[in-house]
């Protein structure tokens, strides 16, 4: 993660500092409101109107909000939780004396600034000004706190989303290179098991073979030319249509297959190379136990917000006590469907009730952008 996806997550915007400041402002109005039901005005000789009430609350609640980002600051180089340095505590008690004498200090002179019969500043910080200091240190003491929590609270929020942040793209990279992996492995895996299909056809039909070890060729490099993890549908079509044709070499009239993809469909993202594992794990164990051949279907279709993709065959079917053969094609496909969609995805390997099995996969319907 950068520093500035961190930086995103800083509370030093305005916003935390507009809504401290919100927050100031009606705890100012309480206080006011009270005081006003008393009857007795804030300031001596000043007239009793709810805003010669009101005011010099106000005062004192926006310079604690103008203190707020100096304090914010300071909870972002000695946090409160965790604490990670020693001395926080310490830090945390003198700044509470050092703000609490400023608030107060700047508060006394905005009073006597606002109020009517100023007193001279050299005569105004003497006497007054220590007996505010004494009347009124624990009430600021209190607002320090009150300021300090927002903060506190602001700040522990920021780290929490940004430590999240820095979860998500770890998880999110350590997805990208296992799905590498997988897909690397399923590159020789086709390669190997392809070629053994060819083999026999050395003997059999020499030419066949040669077209069949051509076409292998142009399959291989096109599904290295693109490094991507993702595919789409069509895409992926466009690829077993290959991949059945070289099929048909060897298996002649004893293949047969149809694929179709509804419009929606056709545009998803899918992992590259998702279906041929399918087909080729229908080859395998489906077509090549019967004599007489067989077909295999795959068919794709959106439904609502998923994404359904079927590979049907008449073989013999599937045992229901193994669910999934132990090939590393499905091995690896179901492993990269749960790295990329967790438990949004479904993956079954099932008989049909008529005869044969069927790979169904359900996945989030995903457009490709």
């Known amino acids: 993660m950068n520093g500035a996806n961190v930086e995103r997550f800083r509370p030093r915007g305005s916003a935390a500092f507009?809504?401290?400041?919100?927050?100031?402002?009606?705890?100012g109005l309480v206080n006011a409101g009270d005081r006003y039901r008393?009857?007795?005005?804030?300031?001596?000789?000043?007239?009793?109107?709810?805003w010669g009430v009101t005011w010099p609350y106000l005062v004192r609640a926006w310079i604690w909000a103008g203190l707020y980002p100096a304090v914010a600051a300071l909870c972002r180089r000695w946090p409160l939780a965790p604490v990670r340095r020693r001395g926080t505590l310490a830090v945390h008690l003198a700044a509470a004396a050092v703000f609490t004498f400023v608030a107060m200090l700047l508060n006394f002179v905005a009073l006597n600034f606002l109020a009517e019969g100023r007193v001279a500043l050299?005569?105004?910080?003497g006497t007054p000004f220590r007996q505010s200091l004494v009347l009124g240190w624990r009430y600021h003491l209190l607002l320090y706190a009150l300021v300090l929590a927002a903060a506190a609270g602001v700040e522990s929020a920021s780290r929490a989303r940004a430590q999240a942040l820095r979860d998500t793209e770890l998880r999110t990279r350590l997805a990208a290179v296992r799905l590498e992996t997988l897909r690397a492995q399923l590159h020789p895996h086709f390669l190997f098991n392809t070629l053994n299909g060819v083999l026999p056809l050395i003997e059999d039909d020499p030419q066949a073979a040669v077209r069949a070890v051509g076409e292998l060729s142009a399959l291989f490099r096109e599904s290295l030319t693109d490094g991507a993890p993702l595919s789409t549908v069509e895409a992926e079509l466009r690829f077993l249509e290959r991949y059945l044709g070289l099929l048909k070499l060897r298996f002649g009239e004893r293949l047969s297959y149809s694929l179709e993809a509804t419009p929606e469909a056709a545009s998803a993202r899918v992992p590259r190379l998702l279906l041929q594992p399918l087909v080729e794990n229908a080859v395998r164990h489906g077509l090549s136990r019967v004599r007489a051949g067989g077909r295999i279907e795959v068919d794709v279709r959106r439904v609502h917000d998923r994404l359904v993709l079927e590979v049907r065959d008449d073989g013999p079917g599937v045992s229901g006590d193994a669910p999934f053969a132990p090939g590393l094609g499905l091995t690896s496909t179901r492993a990269r469907l749960q790295a990329l969609h967790q438990e949004r995805q479904t993956f079954e390997l099932l008989s049909r009730p008529g005869g044969g099995?069927?790979?169904?996969?359900?996945?989030?319907?995903?457009?490709?952008?």
């Not at 008393?38 to 709810?50: A, E, I, K, M, S």
């Open 18 to 27: 507009v809504l401290v400041a919100i927050v100031a402002t009606a705890i």
């Open 38 to 50: 008393t009857g007795r005005p804030v300031l001596t000789g000043q007239p009793f109107t709810w």
């Open 122 to 125: 050299a005569d105004l910080l």
């Open 357 to 369: 099995a069927v790979a169904h996969i359900e996945l989030p319907y995903e457009v490709a952008t």
